[in-house]
């Protein structure tokens, strides 16, 4: 769709671009736009197209751990346990509804928060100017543009009058760029094409005309949207996970059953009973309530992260957060504010520091860190109001906040103005302007004073002083010396050092009867000093920063912005880094060259889209997980390529959002450290109930084969066991997963993403927590099956469930003894397992219940026994812990005397 695919149009004349589109000065004809449009197609982007409900309910199956259970559901349906298959099925369902309803949630979030690129554009077509629907905007067209329209497709500039265009959501420069017309050298950047403007970015002043020269998809912003389109969608480490541990918890139990119907067999057990049994270890070893329980703890998450303005797109992403270990993050609107701000004033008297937070127009001036009364300065009072004189920008109050209507440099100004009590309420007449452009360097506007006629100046300060003869001190016009040209000289490189945008101001009474040109009226100028401009940090961005740095990740600022600013920028957030490394530098180094670069080099500047894709595929040689943050469309093939890709919910374009993971609402960095607590916590839980479950597995694995082995009768039947799969242990599990974040998760490095949930020692503790809930469990079946067997098998069942309700304590973290996490720090889980408690005595006291779970009544004095046989568990537990938290108290205190 769209567009005549010529690469660069911006080394050609206005006149070879007319000639090579075929249109005049009075624009393509009525007729002749139609036949473009049916030839080029609209002037639209290419969505991907949206998944369907299917497709999203569809999706929820593709664990393997889903299709395991689903195997069991056919097995026990085959095997003429029809109950358990439709427990099965029902869990597996209910499953896929809630992942899908969390993620098509999420999707519609996405449509509400999606705004139209372009809506209309004004063209001249047969001489006539009319507006019309941006959409059939054809090559050739003439489309004139307006302070704060949006542009509606790839123009080469033929005429501008101060325009200056904001290229941040497609190059990432945070500073608008002049356009003018004129050719361009051929390999010119993109970012210092001044002669076109792009689709999707916004004209912040004043006015101009360009002819379309792309439209739809071969304009910049389409083929970064395509190119987005193009990347494959990476799994994520849970998943990855979770789909190992499936693989092997299958092969465990197709090899368990296989082992134990072969020894029945042996032991001259009826073929069928035996078959009835391997189903039952089956069962018994795959956690039913697994997946179930994972999704439920994702999507009680993500309404956790949303509350922290994270809006996640998809179950697994909320976890990925949390495995993070790099934060390739954008600066300007992330990092930053996005709103210019004049921090520093340098008059020819002194320098005076202001204070204040972004558009908001209260603030101070300060002297050597004294207020002082900028009013009572004449220079400093001069300055800002040549300032606001010489501006188009205005300061509105919202209901969101205070916003500049024009660009944000001129917004600075006006702010600095307002914070000194200025307005322009008062403003003479203007008379008279002469615009800004990339060669002039520099603004000016007469106005007729009551003294006479003034004209305002500001620009480049160098330009001005060059064109000054004259300055402003003491309240006094002074003549302006080479020793002073060059000292001020000398300070303005040493502002642009730091990083800020300098700019200067200059004023002039005119003369009467002086004839108004550029060359007349700025000349003999009086300079009044020049202002450093900074798009100010967010407050909370250091903070979240060093809180990265002591959880052990690395964050790495990808910027189109200039190197200085970006750099310094970084040394303020507190971000070290051995300079800055630019897009031409990064092209010139090897793959090897540019990995050991980025160990010491954070901040990556004027990078492109294909910048990105590649610093990604670098840093993914180490297994890093990667979370790419960012709001321009430049950023959607990296934020589709990262582990998780965050975009920016209010200056996030539409095609960001769409290639993301996760939408940040409220475009705040800091945003992002507490979704990665959130992420971890969540994993942490995750952890803490997949053994919890595994080792109440391995408990009735080990009471079922121990039982065979030892020649009893089989002490649980497969509804038994799917009972304490789905619901005892499912309610516990999931209680689990609401355990609050521990006190060190943000000091702890990011966890090795190729490790498996399970580590060796985990399954050394399962293994050793399962065995002897087993035991246990035989113990109580084995004094009582020859006397009545359904109360033996109830006794066990029972037991069993009370000995896990024990040991789910012991999984309420893996280091601390429950005196220093709180007993009553997680209150769910204590209602879980009362509630367990009060299902299970439902199930051995109602009768429908017994016919149904083969139960029989109990005593008080058997739930007496069973809950004593059950309290080592917890103690060995606690007991544990205990000596861990005293070896490493005793290791930290040899290491202080040390």
């Not at 506007?445 to 620009?459: C, L, M, N, Q, T």
């Not at 069973?866 to 490493?888: C, M, S």
């Amino acid at each position: 769709m769209g567009g005549r695919p010529l690469a660069d149009w911006y080394t050609l004349s206005a006149e070879e671009v007319r000639r090579e589109l075929g249109t005049g000065l009075l624009g393509v004809s009525p007729g002749e736009a139609e036949e473009r449009l049916q030839r080029y197609g609209k002037n639209v982007l290419r969505e991907e197209a949206r998944e369907t409900r299917l497709q999203v309910f569809l999706r929820q199956f593709k664990s393997v751990l889903i299709v395991i259970l689903i195997i069991a559901a056919g097995i026990s349906f085959l095997v003429g346990e029809p109950v358990d298959a439709a427990a099965i099925l029902i869990i597996v369902v209910l499953n896929a509804l809630l992942g899908f309803s969390q993620e098509w949630q999420a999707g519609e979030a996405i449509e509400a928060l999606k705004k139209m690129l372009v809506q209309h554009a004004v063209v001249i077509r047969g001489g006539e100017r009319q507006e019309i629907d941006a959409a059939g905007l054809v090559p050739g067209d003439i489309v004139i543009l307006e302070m704060g329209e949006r542009v509606p497709a790839d123009l080469f500039i033929t005429d501008a009058t101060s325009l200056e265009v904001d290229e941040a959501p497609l190059t990432g420069e945070s500073s608008p760029v002049d356009k003018a017309p004129g050719s361009l050298p051929t390999g010119t950047a993109l970012a210092e094409r001044s002669n076109m403007a792009f689709a999707g970015t916004t004209v912040v002043n004043g006015r101009g005309r360009g002819i379309a020269v792309a439209t739809g998809m071969q304009t910049e912003f389409g083929k970064i949207a395509g190119l987005s389109q193009r990347v494959a969608d990476e799994t994520t480490p849970l998943a990855r996970q979770m789909d190992r541990l499936g693989r092997d918890l299958g092969l465990i139990a197709i090899g368990i059953a296989v082992l134990v119907v072969v020894v029945g067999l042996l032991q001259q057990r009826g073929f069928l009973e035996m078959f009835l049994i391997g189903v039952s270890l089956a069962v018994a070893v795959i956690p039913e309530g697994l997946p179930a329980v994972v999704t439920l703890t994702l999507a009680l998450g993500i309404k956790n992260m949303m509350r922290r303005n994270c809006l996640i797109r998809h179950l697994p992403a909320s976890e990925t957060l949390g495995a993070v270990s790099v934060i390739c993050t954008d600066k300007t609107g992330t990092l930053t504010r996005n709103e210019m701000a004049v921090v520093r004033v340098r008059t020819p008297d002194t320098e005076v520091a202001v204070t204040g937070t972004g558009y908001l127009p209260m603030g101070e001036f300060l002297v050597e860190e004294k207020p002082i009364d900028p009013l009572a300065d004449p220079g400093l009072r001069q300055f800002l109001r040549t300032g606001l004189l010489c501006n188009h920008a205005t300061l509105i109050l919202e209901e969101g906040g205070w916003r500049i209507l024009g660009t944000p440099t001129e917004g600075a100004l006006v702010v600095a103005a307002e914070k000194a009590g200025l307005s322009r309420d008062d403003a003479p007449e203007a008379a008279k302007e002469f615009s800004f452009n990339s060669t002039r360097k520099r603004m000016t506007i007469v106005y007729r004073e009551a003294e006479g006629d003034v004209a305002h100046v500001k620009g480049a300060p160098e330009v001005l002083l060059s064109l000054s003869s004259r300055l402003l001190r003491g309240g006094s016009v002074v003549p302006l010396t080479d020793d002073l040209r060059d000292t001020l000289l000398s300070e303005i490189e040493e502002y642009a050092s730091q990083g800020l945008r300098v700019l200067g101001a200059a004023y002039r009474p005119l003369p009467e009867g002086l004839a108004w040109t550029e060359d007349t009226v700025e000349q003999d100028l009086i300079f009044l000093g020049f202002a450093g401009i900074v798009d100010p940090p967010r407050p909370e961005a250091a903070e979240a920063i060093r809180l990265c740095r002591s959880a052990g990740i690395d964050v790495i600022m990808i910027t189109g912005d200039n190197p200085l600013t970006a750099y310094a920028i970084a040394r303020g957030l507190g971000l070290s880094s051995e300079g800055a490394l630019t897009g031409a530098e990064l092209e010139a180094l090897s793959d090897d060259e540019l990995e050991l670069r980025l160990r010491t080099t954070k901040v990556l500047s004027r990078v492109t889209a294909e910048h990105k894709l590649r610093v990604i595929d670098i840093l993914s040689r180490n297994q890093a997980v990667i979370a790419m943050t960012g709001d321009g469309v430049n950023d959607a093939p990296a934020l589709k390529k990262a582990s998780i890709g965050i975009a920016m919910g209010i200056k996030g374009t539409d095609v960001a959002k769409e290639s993301s993971d996760m939408v940040l609402v409220d475009d705040n960095f800091a945003s992002i450290v507490a979704g990665v607590e959130e992420g971890r916590r969540e994993y942490d839980n995750i952890s803490r109930f997949t053994r919890y479950l595994l080792s109440s597995n391995v408990g009735e694995l080990v009471a079922i084969v121990g039982g065979l082995l030892l020649g009893l009768p089989l002490i649980l039947i497969p509804v038994q066991i799917l009972w304490i799969n789905l619901v005892t242990d499912g309610l516990t599990a999931l209680a689990l997963g609401l355990e609050p974040a521990e006190r060190d998760v943000m000091r702890r490095r990011p966890r090795d993403p190729g490790e498996a949930i399970l580590t060796r020692n985990a399954y050394l503790v399962i293994l050793i927590l399962g065995v002897w809930l087993g035991l246990l469990t035989i113990y109580v079946f084995s004094g009582l099956y020859e006397v009545n067997l359904d109360r033996a098998r109830t006794m066990a069942f029972t037991g069993l469930i009370i000995f896990e309700l024990y040991n789910v304590l012991n999984f309420r973290s893996f280091r601390q003894p429950l005196y220093r996490v709180g007993f009553f720090s997680n209150p769910t889980l204590l209602l879980a397992i009362l509630g367990s408690l009060a299902l299970q005595a439902l199930v051995v006291y109602v009768p429908i219940f017994n016919t149904f779970l083969g139960t029989a009544p109990l005593t008080p004095g058997d739930w007496g026994l069973l809950a004593l046989l059950g309290l080592p568990v917890l103690i060995a537990g606690e007991a544990y812990k205990i000596l861990l938290l005293r070896r490493g108290n005793d290791a930290t205190g040899r290491r202080a005397g040390a």
